[in-house]
């Protein structure tokens, strides 16, 4: 799971309702269909193969990661599926060692300056000219060449600004704040078109624009040393598996786990755990007859910023988006230290993953509530429309993304019962007894259980 503080994509908290819903009895053949699933399901498997991966971090773009991907690759391909090892681009930033600011006639002032991931070193002195917002007008037919612009925050990203001041010729860029607080700010992206930026606070900032206004010139000094930007390569692995022709009803489901890990941690919860029940999946249902094409899919560079599954949904072809039913995903499913079983979804609404979950669950083992969350590989799925969820312990064990993320915390318990239940509601679309979700709109029927909404903690 991604840690808070890179999550850019804002899921803001919202009102939080207890909510009931009922729901018609359960059919009973689908207690029978069930049975084949979990009868097939070997803990053991899931288990060893979470041991495997976790003797190292699997940090996304190093050989370790590679070693696991083509293990899992390896494994794909044996229980007969068709198999892709997806290559994409990521970007690892290294802050600068050095980010300084001066300005003549602010002697002692210490502007604590700050730099912008993605932004670019430099050694510059020059005239400072205010620029207000940064946007195209503001820099319409200004010669900066030489100069330092002082932007204010607002309207535009830091890296529009950044480009139309650079684009009208100036050399540097500060960045003062429109609110209280730091500016801890990103760029997005590397781009070969910035020039060295800072970003200071609200005060200082508007006490240089009003000496400026005031006809005073300043000249301004900016250097950033040490900023890195390194290309590396990650990848997904994709196991397909298509129906039989005559039986198909053009549906997709996509069952997904992160096997790359955060650095110094072996990632044996985060996210072998996933990964591996994924794996299991894929050879349980590797013989089962279908009518919907199955995806397992597992996503490099999760922990950089669902990097990998970003790249997987920008891949997809707009009638594949369409015929993606449900995206499961497994995020840290097998800690014998976090707490019970929840599906979280983007927006914070149930869907029909969340219904067929809640309904397997509800055959199988009890109750699973949902609740609002990002922070995983279901967010590109979720901004496509495609109904996705995070299935994932919570509140999430004491060492999360740490050394300590071992496999001697691994339950067997906690993994069954995931394999089971996700495994269950996979199967429920995807046998063929059971209607074309989009065609007939037909919502397989859970028993009666409760909804209940859950903070991730
Ligand atoms: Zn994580």
């Given at each position: 799971?991604?840690?808070?503080?890179i999550?850019?994509?804002?899921?803001?908290?919202?009102?939080v309702?207890?909510?009931?819903a009922?729901y018609a009895a359960?059919?009973?053949?689908?207690?029978a269909?069930d049975n084949?699933?979990v009868?097939?399901?070997?803990?053991?498997?899931?288990?060893?193969?979470i041991?495997?991966?976790?003797?190292?971090p699997?940090?996304?773009?190093?050989?370790a990661?590679?070693?696991?991907?083509?293990?899992i690759?390896?494994q794909?391909k044996?229980?007969?599926?068709?198999?892709?090892?997806q290559?994409?681009e990521?970007?690892?930033?290294?802050?600068?060692?050095?980010?300084?600011?001066?300005?003549?006639?602010?002697?002692?002032?210490?502007?604590?300056p700050?730099?912008?991931?993605?932004?670019?070193?430099g050694?510059?002195?020059?005239e400072?000219?205010?620029?207000?917002?940064?946007?195209?007008?503001?820099?319409?037919?200004?010669?900066?060449?030489g100069?330092?612009?002082?932007?204010?925050?607002g309207?535009?990203?830091?890296?529009?600004k950044?480009?139309?001041?650079?684009?009208a010729?100036?050399?540097?860029?500060?960045?003062?704040?429109?609110t209280s607080?730091?500016?801890?700010?990103?760029l997005g992206?590397?781009?070969?078109?910035y020039v060295?930026?800072?970003?200071?606070?609200?005060?200082?900032g508007?006490?240089?624009?009003?000496?400026l206004?005031a006809?005073?010139?300043?000249?301004a000094?900016?250097?950033?040393a040490?900023a890195k930007?390194e290309?590396?390569?990650?990848?997904?692995?994709?196991?397909t598996?298509k129906?039989n022709?005559?039986?198909?009803t053009?549906?997709i489901?996509?069952v997904?786990?992160?096997?790359?890990?955060?650095?110094?941690g072996?990632?044996a919860?985060?996210?072998?755990?996933?990964t591996?029940?994924?794996?299991?999946?894929?050879?349980?249902?590797?013989?089962?007859?279908?009518?919907?094409?199955?995806?397992?899919?597992?996503?490099?560079?999760?922990e950089?910023g669902?990097?990998?599954?970003?790249a997987?949904?920008e891949?997809?072809?707009e009638?594949?988006?369409?015929?993606?039913?449900?995206?499961?995903?497994?995020?840290?499913?097998?800690?014998?230290?976090?707490g019970?079983?929840?599906?979280?979804?983007?927006d914070?609404e149930?869907n029909?993953?969340?219904?067929?979950?809640?309904?397997?669950?509800?055959?199988?083992s009890?109750?699973?509530?949902?609740?609002?969350?990002?922070?995983?590989?279901?967010?590109?799925?979720?901004?496509?429309g495609?109904?996705?969820?995070?299935?994932?312990?919570?509140?999430v064990?004491?060492?999360?993304h740490?050394p300590?993320?071992?496999?001697?915390?691994?339950?067997?318990?906690?993994?069954?019962?995931?394999?089971e239940i996700?495994?269950?509601?996979?199967y429920?679309?995807?046998?063929?007894?059971?209607p074309a979700?989009?065609?007939?709109?037909?919502?397989?029927?859970?028993?009666?259980?409760?909804?209940e909404?859950?903070?991730?903690?």
């Amino acid at each position: 799971m991604l840690r808070k503080s890179i999550v850019s994509l804002a899921v803001t908290s919202s009102l939080v309702f207890g909510m009931t819903a009922a729901y018609a009895a359960a059919n009973p053949s689908d207690h029978a269909f069930d049975n084949k699933i979990v009868k097939r399901i070997k803990v053991d498997n899931i288990y060893k193969t979470i041991e495997l991966l976790s003797k190292e971090p699997r940090v996304a773009g190093t050989p370790a990661e590679d070693k696991a991907v083509e293990y899992i690759a390896k494994q794909f391909k044996s229980f007969g599926y068709n198999t892709e090892i997806q290559p994409f681009e990521m970007f690892q930033y290294t802050s600068p060692t050095t980010v300084e600011l001066s300005v003549d006639g602010f002697v002692d002032t210490d502007f604590a300056p700050d730099s912008f991931t993605y932004g670019a070193n430099g050694d510059v002195t020059g005239e400072l000219v205010y620029i207000g917002l940064g946007g195209p007008d503001d820099v319409d037919g200004l010669d900066l060449s030489g100069k330092v612009a002082l932007v204010k925050r607002g309207s535009y990203t830091f890296a529009e600004k950044i480009l139309n001041a650079a684009g009208a010729g100036a050399e540097a860029v500060i960045l003062f704040n429109n609110t209280s607080g730091g500016i801890n700010g990103t760029l997005g992206e590397p781009s070969d078109g910035y020039v060295p930026a800072v970003a200071i606070g609200r005060d200082l900032g508007e006490q240089l624009a009003d000496r400026l206004a005031a006809g005073e010139g300043l000249t301004a000094h900016v250097k950033i040393a040490g900023a890195k930007v390194e290309r590396q390569t990650s990848h997904n692995v994709i196991a397909t598996k298509k129906p039989n022709p005559n039986k198909d009803t053009g549906q997709i489901v996509i069952v997904g786990a992160h096997h790359d890990s955060v650095e110094g941690g072996p990632g044996a919860n985060d996210d072998a755990s996933g990964t591996a029940t994924v794996l299991e999946l894929a050879r349980v249902l590797s013989n089962m007859p279908i009518d919907t094409e199955l995806r397992f899919i597992t996503f490099g560079a999760e922990e950089n910023g669902l990097v990998g599954s970003y790249a997987y949904a920008e891949s997809l072809t707009e009638d594949e988006i369409d015929r993606i039913v449900a995206q499961f995903q497994m995020d840290m499913v097998g800690s014998r230290d976090a707490g019970e079983l929840i599906m979280y979804t983007v927006d914070g609404e149930k869907n029909i993953v969340t219904d067929l979950g809640a309904a397997a669950g509800a055959r199988l083992s009890g109750v699973v509530n949902y609740g609002q969350e990002g922070r995983s590989d279901h967010v590109p799925f979720a901004e496509l429309g495609i109904p996705s969820a995070l299935f994932i312990h919570a509140p999430v064990e004491p060492w999360y993304h740490t050394p300590e993320d071992t496999i001697d915390k691994i339950s067997k318990d906690k993994l069954q019962q995931v394999a089971e239940i996700v495994g269950a509601a996979v199967y429920q679309i995807a046998r063929p007894d059971t209607p074309a979700l989009k065609n007939a709109r037909v919502a397989p029927k859970p028993v009666d259980y409760e909804f209940e909404e859950r903070e991730l903690e």
